[in-house]
């Protein structure tokens, strides 16, 4: 599984921006996906997690701001964000869980820099 993670920026206060992951290879097994985020000096924490059911968890510092999407058929994940804050500056991961032969595994894409600053 490759993920490929883009359209990370620097964008003033309140601004807004949508991330994409990519996703290609072995896509079969699929029970979770999603978007973490890590700042400097900081570890890294969840953004959103949408299972394959649809069910979406979001942090509790990008309720109501952010948005999570996909596209199936396109093996596409989006992040949509909103009214961002600079405490919303960090690397932005995308995340996806297989379940393959009784084993989870986790996989990551390369992260992309999402900066908010005036």
């Known amino acids: 599984v490759q993920l490929q993670a883009s359209g990370g920026g620097l964008v003033r206060p309140g601004g807004s921006l949508r991330l994409s992951c990519a996703a290609s290879?072995?896509?079969?097994?699929?029970?979770?996906m999603g978007w973490y985020r890590q700042a400097p000096g900081k570890k890294r924490e969840m953004v959103v997690a949408?299972?394959?059911?649809?069910?979406?968890a979001y942090g509790d510092s990008v309720k109501g701001r952010f948005t999570i999407a996909r596209d199936d058929a396109k093996n596409m994940l989006y992040l949509h964000m909103t009214n961002l804050k600079p405490e919303d500056t960090a690397i932005y991961y995308c995340?996806?869980?297989?379940?393959?032969?009784?084993?989870?595994?986790?996989?990551w894409g390369q992260g992309t820099q999402v900066t908010v600053s005036s």
């Open positions: 949408i299972s394959t059911g649809g069910s979406e």
């Open positions: 995340n996806l869980d297989t379940l393959v032969s009784g084993t989870i595994r986790e996989w």
């Open positions: 290879g072995s896509l079969s097994g699929i029970i979770g």
